[in-house]
């Protein structure tokens, strides 16, 4: 009788959210994945920025369960566009932790309404891999929003992933909080053609050389074959995955000129015509390519253009971008001197009509932001 009573007891104590919850894998069907991962005991893991996951569901709570190998960030949208303000941030570390996303009022209507969350992930690989297990709610999860008709994929530098850009000046020192993948010229664009994107992006990595001098970790070039950014062993399967982008934007070579070096050329060249190569592979001969060559130095253009003219690839673009031009120094930089968001609407703002030609979608009635 004592066993019975302390059990009941123990009961009353659990939150309704426990006693009345229904919990989905990562992994399940109404959930729609946007990015790359592995999947291993239904859980997705993965370490690219810009990473997102759309959920729809009644009820008043929505909880995730997750593991982080380091801390990284996210940023939660309820019923709002993602280029609105976030409803909030969630700091994410800890192993099997469970984390509340959404908390409303109680109230029939909360209870009763579907509700659209997005969730995605602001910052890069050196925040750590994140495993994301399940997801937990008090009412019950419908389909999410599947993957949008358009697609693209972009590959990229600090720029793409969003370094800084919530710094409020280019004298602030870069923290992990002001990364924000959500804000980038990526997600800009992406969200004026209305399309689902990923990003496979590193902070200093170029295509045949990184910055500083030439850091012994892998080039992008490399990076782009992975699911994990550093780990070599995950081979990025195309098959794998239901994402189809449209075109490919490729954002890199200012890492390959930082610090007053110049790559060889015909090394460039070599890795360029590689990247290329893996891209193709991926999609087909006639998926576009737009190469965006953002110049650092008087070669770089050059270097750029080059391949893009002699590759004997079809449907391969060049577009030279001079940020020393384009963006302020007092309104259009965060942290490290990168592009605040400011910087990034107008870098968007350069790419968008090429995108628009390139892929047909022509100009949209949208605004870019």
């Not at 925040?127 to 358009?150: N, P, V, W, Y």
């Not at 664009?189 to 992006?201: K, Q």
């Not at 070039?221 to 098959?239: E, F, G, K």
């Amino acid at each position: 009788m004592k066993k019975i009573l302390f059990l009941a007891l123990c009961l009353i104590a659990l939150s309704p959210l426990r006693l009345m919850a229904e919990t989905i894998p990562a992994t399940d069907s109404r959930i729609t994945f946007v990015g790359r991962a592995m999947v291993q005991d239904d859980a997705y893991r993965f370490d690219f920025p810009s990473t997102y996951f759309r959920v729809a569901f009644t009820g008043k709570t929505l909880a995730m369960r997750v593991t982080d190998t380091k801390r990284n960030f996210y940023a939660v949208w309820l019923n709002s566009p993602t280029f609105a303000e976030p409803t909030h941030i969630v700091e994410v570390k800890g192993t099997d932790t469970i984390i509340d996303l959404i908390t409303l009022a109680d109230t029939k209507t909360s209870k009763l309404k579907e509700h659209q969350v997005v969730i995605q992930r602001r910052t890069e690989a050196n925040c750590g891999t994140t495993t994301m297990h399940a997801f937990i709610t008090d009412g019950k999860f419908l389909q999410a929003a599947s993957l949008k008709e358009r697609q693209i994929e972009f590959i990229g530098d600090s720029y793409t992933c969003g370094y800084g850009v919530d710094a409020p000046s280019r004298r602030d020192p870069f923290k992990d909080e002001t990364e924000n993948a959500s804000r980038t010229y990526a997600s800009i664009v992406s969200r004026y053609f209305n399309a689902d994107y990923f990003t496979i992006a590193h902070s200093g990595r170029g295509i045949t050389r990184n910055a500083g001098s030439g850091v012994p970790w892998e080039v992008m070039t490399d990076i782009y074959q992975y699911t994990l950014d550093r780990d070599s062993l995950s081979r990025w399967n195309v098959a794998d995955a239901d994402f189809r982008p449209a075109m490919t934007v490729i954002y890199l070579g200012t890492n390959d000129f930082s610090s007053y070096m110049m790559p060889d050329y015909n090394k460039f060249r070599k890795d360029y015509m590689r990247l290329l190569g893996y891209v193709k592979a991926n999609y087909g001969d006639d998926h576009p390519v737009l190469c965006v060559a953002s110049k650092s130095n008087e070669y770089q253009f050059t270097y750029i253009r080059n391949v893009v003219n002699n590759c004997g690839m079809k449907n391969v673009h060049y577009l030279g971008y001079c940020p020393s031009q384009h963006l302020s120094t007092d309104e259009d930089l965060g942290a490290g001197w990168h592009p605040n968001y400011n910087g990034q609407q107008k870098i968007a703002y350069s790419i968008i009509p090429y995108i628009a030609t390139i892929t047909g979608w022509g100009l949209q009635d949208m605004p870019v932001k």
